[in-house]
């Protein structure tokens, strides 16, 4: 199962007590005070790691509980540190503070971890208040409450290229034609039901990574659909790969069709609406294709690309393209939105 979004809370362990003890030994009068400190609760840390790609290890529980910390006892002896937890999700994961609605940490490379949750600070034993005035104390502390915060963490699959469209525009067929991705293919709309991802090798040392965003519809940047859940996923993208049907099954107009999904992104974030993109009518193996190909250049004034995942057609010169416009943004424009506003850094 796929989960790209969930709520959780998180409880960090509180600190163990210090302990009032006074040392007790045979031909030791006025042994003085010996009670030790408590232990430190355990924390609640999050991290991005390579190899996770979905948040469903995290989504099976909605409540997070750290270990406390032991109390403190006699002979200066120190309560245990209670265990921190530790979440794994994948890398391009945000941390929302659910009651505040900002950002705690934009986990976006792989290793990057926050602390969601810190535990409580252990008690001091007597030991602490003793004093040449003040040799017997029988003050001590109790350790401290943990935090506890409600999360929400979001998914937004980090890609070099976004292919986005209507559905059955031919994404998943042409992620499958140009990659080693295997995303269920029919010949029915909304058979991807979340995005896949997957690597297109230019050389040895070079390869850029595509994601089959699933079908977008009139509507989405407002949420009609799953249309948020979708387009979150082609925030960080640097190219969008626009591919458009020539015979929708629905009879709607392809170029009708190819503003619409441009609107919606453009209404859902400005900065993804100026985004580089590239255009490419499929399945150019049916009858009518070249006539929408040429009528898409003429009404739109650009460049198109008439490729076909079936037959190869218009392929190696769209990957081309891919290749010379993602060198090309390497340096003229930042590898993807500026991260959100974060807490003081932990």
């Known amino acids: 199962m796929f989960?790209?979004?969930?709520?959780?809370?998180?409880?960090?362990?509180?600190?163990?007590?210090?302990?009032?003890?006074?040392?007790?030994?045979?031909?030791?009068?006025?042994?003085?005070?010996?009670?030790?400190d408590g232990g430190d609760g355990g924390s609640i840390v999050i991290q991005a790691r390579p190899g996770v790609d979905n948040l469903a290890a995290v989504a099976h529980k909605k409540r997070w509980v750290a270990g406390s910390g032991g109390h403190g006892s006699g002979a200066n002896r120190h309560g245990r540190n209670g265990p921190d937890v530790t979440l794994e999700v994948?890398?391009?994961?945000?941390?929302?503070?659910?009651?505040?609605?900002?950002?705690?940490?934009?986990?976006?490379?792989?290793?990057?971890?926050?602390?969601?949750?810190?535990?409580?600070?252990?008690?001091?034993?007597?030991?602490?208040?003793?004093?040449?005035?003040?040799?017997?104390?029988?003050?001590?502390?109790?350790?401290?409450?943990?935090?506890?915060?409600?999360?929400?963490?979001?998914?937004?699959?980090?890609?070099?290229?976004?292919?986005?469209?209507?559905?059955?525009?031919?994404k998943s067929t042409l992620l499958s034609r140009v990659s080693h991705a295997r995303p269920?293919?029919?010949?029915?709309?909304?058979?991807?039901?979340?995005?896949?991802?997957?690597?297109?090798?230019?050389?040895?040392?070079?390869?850029?990574i595509l994601a089959d965003i699933p079908g977008l519809i009139e509507g989405a940047h407002a949420g009609a659909g799953l249309g948020h859940e979708f387009l979150r996923h082609v925030e960080r993208t640097r190219l969008l790969v626009h591919l458009v049907e020539p015979l929708p099954l629905d009879g709607s107009d392809p170029v009708a069709n190819y503003h619409t999904i441009?609107?919606?992104?453009?209404?859902?974030?400005?900065?993804?609406g100026e985004?580089?993109?590239?255009?490419?009518?499929?399945?150019?193996?049916?009858?009518?294709?070249?006539?929408?190909?040429?009528?898409?250049?003429r009404e739109i004034g650009r460049s198109v690309n008439l490729v076909s995942a079936v037959t190869g057609t218009g392929l190696n010169h769209l990957l081309?393209?891919?290749?010379?416009?993602?060198?090309?943004?390497?340096?003229?424009?930042?590898?993807?939105?500026?991260?959100?506003r974060t807490s003081a850094p932990t």
């Open 90 to 170: 994948p890398p391009g994961t945000v941390v929302l503070d659910a009651a505040g609605g900002f950002a705690l940490k934009d986990l976006a490379a792989d290793g990057d971890r926050v602390t969601v949750a810190r535990g409580g600070k252990g008690g001091k034993g007597n030991t602490h208040f003793k004093t040449a005035t003040h040799r017997a104390p029988r003050e001590w502390t109790r350790g401290g409450e943990g935090e506890s915060r409600a999360l929400i963490l979001e998914l937004k699959t980090i890609a070099d290229v976004g292919l986005v469209g209507l559905p059955n525009a031919g």
């Open 184 to 208: 269920q293919i029919a010949d029915y709309p909304f058979t991807t039901r979340h995005p896949h991802l997957g690597r297109f090798l230019i050389d040895r040392d070079r390869s850029f």
């Open 262 to 272: 441009r609107k919606e992104i453009s209404q859902y974030s400005q900065q993804l």
């Open 320 to 340: 081309r393209q891919i290749v010379q416009t993602l060198d090309e943004s390497r340096d003229q424009e930042p590898a993807m939105d500026s991260p959100p």
């Open 275 to 297: 985004r580089r993109e590239l255009v490419a009518v499929t399945k150019a193996e049916l009858p009518g294709a070249v006539e929408v190909h040429e009528r898409m250049e």
């Open 3 to 36: 989960v790209d979004r969930v709520e959780i809370e998180v409880q960090a362990g509180a600190g163990g007590n210090g302990c009032c003890s006074f040392r007790r030994e045979r031909y030791v009068p006025l042994g003085g005070p010996d009670g030790g």
